[in-house]
């Protein structure tokens, strides 16, 4: 049986376990080759999916050397045999019982073919919008509860709103994609693989608040993503969804990839719009709000990759649809990631609600190096510690915050039982320290001293003594605080605290 | 001490600034395309820049110092970049970064060991980049393996 048709993740995850060099094997052995976004079965990487008449046939951890081989294969039982097959991979539990809908077409599609979007249901919701007056467009948004998924959780149909009402000749969508948190690389997976959605929710959004110009802010770590949505857009241009007229509406919109350039502060939403507009990237008092006075003054929606992702599902099939998912003011779905010591990680799209647990174990299948898990940051850097004993919690806006912890954009880090929770509190003020704008003195100055606090209690000099000074420093850092990167680093120092005391107060021999 | 080589430079310098005068808030494209096919951001290329784009010298100077990619000294040969990020550490990534950093004169001559914190490679850790290259799941044995054109 002569191979006619290979799938091999592009994705920057699978690049970076030797997918490059199977591709490349696999056109030199005369296959035609698809470069697929990767299914988010991160473990699996390099998954080279065989096109077959049951369906696509998925092939784990394939290495150059397994190339020849699958391409002299006879027979389907052939193929079924081969043993890293992982059989028709569409019918894989571990995608069939997700809910994908900001996912549903990552891996599947040829992200280069604009083509293959329209065929797996793209344009249908900017087709709607259009046909939609903004406010329009702006309530079913609103309806579908749709919230931020950048990590403060603010409803999208309310800030669209406020930019709409906002008279202004020129207003500004602008994308965050700078997805800097540790264990998170959902934006970075859905534009690399699908890169015509952001596209499509983009274009929609401008529409819904009147903005004729839109910004896409890359981090610099991401080439590959800059590529693939260059391409796309390019694509989009060719075939008339951006520029002077799109579809024939009448409305103009153009939209620009600007990259940054090693800043996690950048992330913060008013220190991105100054970097795009070429500046140091500071953070800015508010208000004035971006939704107000953004973008070189102007009324400006700044959005999550995903936040925009969702845009044009819920305008093809209705704002009730995405709102009929998930529990309580946490509406739709949310793309978990699963990171850090874990034997399946990878993405993770559910309805949320789900707990903690399920996705660490059923979903991660516990840690990679098969030891008792003792600990999970949820939500980032500036995210909390969960002790295994909490991951019972529910993964929810309100049921996070209730437990002391967040979501913020969806990863999940998971750590085994060798994990030193003073080392990773002493961590989260280095970071701190490194990446603060500077702008104000409880995160420029406090994580600074927060460093050298903890290397004391890990040194065990007078522990109990500057525990209390460590809960004061973190204290003034969440009340004086300009933003979340000093308001919200006492989070993982003091959860790390509050559940593993036992790792700051280590009997250190007396000298 | 205008030497040919510098007022090549410069004029480069100046006709990639040029090139962008036309977009709004050219700056962080200008330096990244300045690094790009200079390597660094020379004191020299700061007056160019703020010269073509009307800006003063000390706002180009502001915003190349603050963000880590527009370095003003000249690249090493080769670089390795070891992520630090709490995900990476979960399987090891301090210790192989110091490790790294301890060895890294034996990786080849002029070799930079950097730090870089996530680089969205979260579950296939540790991760780094070498040469500008993604690659997970690192250790010492495959970063031996991935430099060895190095020696
Ligand atoms: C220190 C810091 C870093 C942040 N990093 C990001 C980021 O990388 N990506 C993102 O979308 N939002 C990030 N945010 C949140 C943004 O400020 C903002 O809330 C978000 O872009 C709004 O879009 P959304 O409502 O769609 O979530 C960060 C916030 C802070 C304080
Ligand atoms: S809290 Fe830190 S990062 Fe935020 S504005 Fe203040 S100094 Fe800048
Ligand atoms: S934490 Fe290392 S790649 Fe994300």
């Not at chain 1, 028709?88 to 040829?110: I, K, N, Y």
């Not at chain 1, 087709?127 to 309530?139: F, N």
């Not at chain 1, 939209?255 to 507009?277: N, P, Q, T």
């Not at chain 1, 660490?360 to 840690?367: F, K, L, P, R």
């Amino acid at each position: 049986m002569a191979l006619t048709k290979v799938f091999v993740p592009g994705d920057a995850a699978a690049v970076s376990v030797g997918a490059d060099e199977v591709a490349a094997a696999f056109e030199a052995a005369g296959a035609s080759v698809v470069r697929n976004g990767s299914r988010g079965m991160l473990w699996l990487e390099p998954l080279v999916e065989v096109e077959s008449d049951r369906g696509r046939i998925g092939f784990a951890n394939v290495e150059v050397a397994d190339v020849l081989d699958l391409v002299s294969s006879r027979s389907h039982s052939d193929l079924l045999n081969h043993p890293g097959c992982v059989g028709v991979v569409d019918e894989h539990p571990w995608l069939t019982s997700q809910r994908r809908v900001s996912f549903a077409r990552v891996g599947v599609v040829d992200p280069a073919s604009i083509a293959d979007y329209e065929a797996h249901g793209g344009w249908a919701g900017l087709r709607r919008a259009l046909s939609l007056s903004p406010a329009e467009v702006v309530q079913e948004v609103t309806d579908s509860g749709l919230r931020g998924r950048g990590g403060a959780g603010f409803p999208a149909g309310i800030k669209w709103k406020t930019v709409l009402e906002t008279a202004s000749e020129l207003k500004f969508v602008a994308c965050n994609f700078d997805e800097g948190d540790s264990g998170t690389f959902a934006d970075r997976m859905v534009v690399e693989g699908d890169p015509f959605t952001l596209i499509e929710g983009m274009t929609i959004a401008a529409h819904a608040v009147g903005a004729t110009e839109g910004y896409v802010y890359v981090r610099s770590e991401y080439p590959h993503a800059v590529a693939a949505l260059r391409r796309a857009i390019d694509a989009a241009y060719t075939h008339g969804y951006l520029g002077a007229d799109v579809l024939g509406s009448g409305h103009s919109f153009d939209l620009h990839v600007r990259v940054g350039a090693g800043a996690y502060i950048c992330g913060e939403e008013s220190s991105m719009l100054d970097s795009l507009e070429g500046k140091r990237g500071e953070v800015r008092a508010k208000p004035p709000i971006p939704a107000i006075s953004g973008l070189w003054g102007k009324p400006t929606a700044v959005n999550n990759v995903l936040t925009l992702c969702a845009v044009p599902m819920i305008l093809a099939d209705g704002g009730a649809a995405y709102a009929a998912l998930g529990t309580g003011r946490s509406r739709g779905t949310q793309v978990f990631q699963l990171a850090g010591n874990i034997k399946q990680g990878g993405i993770v799209e559910l309805p949320f609600g789900v707990s903690l647990r399920e996705l660490v174990d059923h979903y991660g299948g516990g840690t990679l190096t098969g030891r008792p898990a003792r600990a999970a940051q949820v939500g980032g850097p500036l995210g909390a510690y969960v002790p295994a004993s909490g991951f019972d919690v529910p993964m929810d806006y309100e049921a996070m915050a209730e437990a002391g912890a967040m979501l913020g954009h969806g990863g999940i880090v998971l750590f085994d039982e060798t994990v030193d929770m003073a080392r990773m509190a002493r961590f989260a003020m280095e970071f701190c320290s490194i990446e603060s704008c500077g702008k104000c003195t409880p995160c420029r100055v406090g994580s600074t001293r927060g460093v050298e606090t903890i290397d004391r209690i890990i040194a065990g000099q007078d522990v109990q003594a500057n525990l209390v000074l460590l809960d004061d420093l973190c204290d003034t850092m969440t009340k004086g605080s300009l933003c979340a990167m000093g308001g919200l680093t006492p989070m993982p120092v003091q959860s790390a605290i509050k559940h593993f005391p036992e790792d700051f107060e280590r009997e250190v021999a007396p000298g | 001490m205008t030497t040919a080589a510098a007022t090549d430079r410069v004029a480069l310098v100046r006709a990639i600034a040029q090139q962008h005068l036309t977009e709004r808030g050219p700056l962080l494209p200008v330096l990244h395309e300045v690094v790009e096919e200079l390597g660094h951001v020379a004191r020299e290329d700061v007056e160019a820049i703020a010269d073509v784009l009307n800006l003063s010298v000390a706002e180009v100077h502001g915003v190349v110092s603050f963000y880590h990619d527009f370095r003003t000294t000249p690249p090493a040969a080769h670089r390795v970049a070891l992520c630090r990020g709490e995900a990476c550490q979960s399987v090891g990534a301090e210790e192989l970064y110091a490790e790294t950093r301890g060895r890294s004169a034996d990786l080849g001559d002029g070799v930079e060991i950097a730090e870089v914190f996530c680089l969205g490679n979260c579950a296939l850790g540790p991760s780094g980049t070498v040469d500008g290259r993604l690659h997970g799941r690192l250790s010492a044995d495959r970063i031996d393996a991935l430099t060895e054109g190095w020696r």
